[in-house]
């Protein structure tokens, strides 16, 4: 049975949309001061239904469901691709989409709360009638988005009629989420001996893990052996010399599930709306850069020599972006990359 609650919020919804029909359901979720999880299960048995199905099975679905727009995001970035997803591989709790260059994700199944299948209307243009736009969503048990799949193909493939034929009125449950609370430094005196002990860059989660850290604190703790703070404008900095030298970066863009990677060269930074943005043939970043609050640069040691990235933090401390030069596993780090850094370093001593 429908609620009074769910009544106002399909309410304020649509006239939301009537006003402005390609609004983001996270803006009108912030209007409304609820989660987007919370928005999209108010729709539930108009135009949205639950998928009963479990992560790893939901995950399965997504290398058949054609050509897409692939979304993920950050508190303050929000990364945006079109292709194919690759096939799937991993295991119970994480499942890999492999495919640097298009569609590269790390999916964190355990933050995997509730998945849907959406459909929005989508108004007419000049090039195309009215029409339906079908999402398969994520979001975590706090109602925040996982991850986005937007299907782009027309007619739509079978297995989007597979799913649709599956979805269910189920009604999930969220809790509300907690500020991160701000902590005294810990100490951690074996941190700089074990960080440069490290030979592969995927050691370092279970380096934080050892050590009870946040990722930002183990930059803090770290800051002039293996990290050193850089003003904020660096990033878009780094983001426009990388441009202009062709210079291929990888972009990391996390959710609480799932790790979004564009790997590539970039076009030239774009303001608008207060954003900075990377318009792409087959990608867009859109970055609300003047809300972050710490920009780092960390270096970790490997068997090659050793790699390093630029980390963009928000004021909670969550990771908002990560950059690292392109790299094929095996091969040093690109000399171009560590000439940027260098440069920068330069700039700032100056400064």
Same mark, same amino acid.
């Given at each position: 049975?429908?609620?009074?609650?769910?009544?106002?919020?399909?309410?304020?919804?649509?006239?939301?949309?009537?006003?402005?029909?390609?609004?983001?359901?996270?803006?009108?979720?912030?209007?409304?001061?609820?989660?987007?999880?919370?928005?999209?299960?108010?729709?539930?048995?108009?135009?949205?239904?639950?998928?009963?199905?479990?992560?790893?099975?939901?995950?399965?679905?997504?290398?058949?469901?054609?050509?897409?727009?692939?979304?993920?995001?950050?508190?303050?970035?929000?990364?945006?691709?079109?292709?194919?997803?690759?096939?799937?591989?991993?295991?119970?709790?994480?499942?890999?989409?492999?495919?640097?260059?298009?569609?590269?994700?790390?999916?964190?199944?355990?933050?995997?709360?509730?998945?849907?299948?959406?459909?929005?209307?989508?108004?007419?243009?000049?090039?195309?009638?009215?029409?339906?736009?079908?999402?398969?969503?994520?979001?975590?048990?706090?109602?925040?988005?996982?991850?986005?799949?937007?299907?782009?193909?027309?007619?739509?493939?079978?297995?989007?009629?597979?799913?649709?034929?599956?979805?269910?009125?189920?009604?999930?449950?969220?809790? +509300?989420?907690?500020?991160?609370?701000?902590?005294?430094?810990?100490?951690?005196?074996?941190?700089?001996?074990?960080?440069?002990?490290?030979?592969?860059?995927?050691?370092?989660?279970?380096?934080?893990?050892?050590?009870?850290?946040?990722?930002?604190?183990?930059? *803090?703790?770290?800051?002039?052996?293996?990290? *050193?703070?850089?003003?904020?404008?660096?990033?878009?900095?780094?983001?426009?010399?990388?441009?202009?030298?062709?210079?291929?970066?990888?972009?990391?863009?996390?959710?609480?599930?799932?790790?979004?990677?564009?790997?590539?060269?970039?076009?030239?930074? *774009?303001?608008?709306?207060?954003?900075?943005?990377?318009?792409?043939?087959?990608?867009?970043?859109?970055?609300?850069?003047?809300?972050?609050?710490?920009?780092?640069?960390?270096?970790?040691?490997?068997?090659?020599?050793?790699?390093?990235?630029?980390?963009?933090?928000?004021?909670?401390?969550?990771?908002?972006?990560?950059?690292?030069?392109?790299? +094929?596993?095996?091969?040093?780090?690109?000399?171009?990359?560590?000439?940027?850094?260098?440069?920068?370093?330069?700039?700032?001593?100056?400064?």
């Amino acid at each position: 049975m429908i609620t009074s609650q769910q009544i106002a919020i399909i309410e304020a919804f649509d006239a939301a949309r009537a006003a402005q029909p390609r609004l983001p359901a996270i803006e009108i979720a912030e209007r409304l001061s609820i989660s987007e999880g919370e928005l999209q299960a108010a729709r539930l048995g108009r135009d949205v239904w639950t998928l009963p199905l479990s992560p790893s099975d939901i995950a399965a679905y997504l290398p058949q469901l054609g050509r897409v727009k692939a979304l993920t995001r950050s508190r303050l970035a929000v990364l945006e691709q079109t292709g194919d997803y690759p096939e799937l591989s991993g295991g119970p709790q994480t499942g890999l989409l492999l495919d640097p260059g298009g569609l590269d994700l790390r999916l964190l199944y355990t933050s995997w709360h509730w998945a849907c299948l959406i459909r929005d209307s989508m108004p007419a243009t000049s090039t195309q009638e009215a029409q339906w736009r079908w999402s398969l969503q994520i979001f975590n048990q706090h109602g925040c988005a996982v991850h986005k799949c937007f299907a782009l193909e027309n007619p739509l493939p079978r297995p989007w009629g597979a799913l649709a034929a599956l979805g269910t009125r189920d009604t999930p449950a969220f809790t +509300q989420s907690m500020p991160r609370l701000k902590r005294p430094l810990p100490e951690a005196p074996t941190l700089a001996s074990e960080w440069g002990a490290m030979r592969d860059v995927h050691q370092f989660f279970a380096l934080l893990q050892r050590h009870h850290l946040e990722r930002i604190e183990a930059n *803090q703790l770290m800051e002039g052996r293996y990290t *050193q703070t850089l003003p904020v404008n660096a990033l878009e900095t780094v983001l426009q010399h990388a441009s202009l030298r062709a210079l291929p970066l990888m972009l990391f863009v996390a959710s609480p599930g799932c790790v979004q990677i564009h790997t590539g060269t970039l076009p030239t930074p *774009q303001r608008a709306h207060g954003w900075l943005n990377l318009f792409g043939e087959q990608f867009t970043l859109h970055l609300d850069d003047t809300a972050i609050d710490q920009v780092w640069q960390v270096s970790k040691p490997n068997r090659d020599g050793g790699v390093t990235s630029i980390e963009a933090f928000d004021a909670e401390g969550s990771l908002v972006l990560q950059l690292y030069a392109e790299r +094929q596993e095996g091969r040093v780090e690109r000399r171009e990359w560590r000439q940027l850094l260098d440069e920068l370093g330069s700039q700032e001593a100056v400064a």
